[in-house]
């Protein structure tokens, strides 16, 4: 299974940047997708989650109204549009996989199994 994650970069406060996520190995379809992101010096945490359809999602709440998540199951790949972006944004972000055989939107990072590399994203002010 991998998970490569592409889009990052640096970008102005208030800019905006489009994040992907393209997964190979696995069945796409049965897998709820995450975002996760760690600050220098801090730990990982919840971004934005999709469910195995699209149809649930769930925010942390500093990138609610900024931050939309979604998926293309065709194209076994997941999306994250981030706008209004922030200083303290900045991070590196990762994806994450999690089979389900319900349709939730996972947010804790302990239930995904698959990780990407992570890309790095950097807002200036």
């Known amino acids: 299974v991998q998970l490569q994650a592409s889009g990052g970069g640096l970008v102005q406060a208030g800019g905006s940047l489009r994040l992907a996520c393209a997964a190979s190995?696995?069945?796409?379809?049965?897998?709820?997708m995450g975002w996760f992101r760690q600050a220098p010096g801090k730990e990982r945490e919840f971004v934005a989650a999709?469910?195995?359809?699209?149809?649930?999602?769930n925010y942390e709440d500093s990138v609610k109204g900024r931050f939309t998540i979604s998926r293309e199951n065709a194209k076994k790949t997941v999306y994250l549009q981030m706008n209004s972006l922030k200083p303290e944004d900045t991070a590196v972000y990762y994806c994450?996989?999690?089979?389900?055989?319900?349709?939730?939107?996972?947010?804790?990072?302990?239930?995904?199994?698959?990780w990407g590399q992570g890309t790095q994203v950097t807002v200036s002010s």
């Open positions: 999709i469910s195995r359809s699209g149809d649930y999602t």
């Open positions: 190995g696995l069945t796409f379809s049965g897998y709820g």
């Open positions: 994450a996989a999690v089979y389900m055989r319900g349709d939730y939107a996972r947010v804790g990072q302990e239930e995904y199994t698959f």
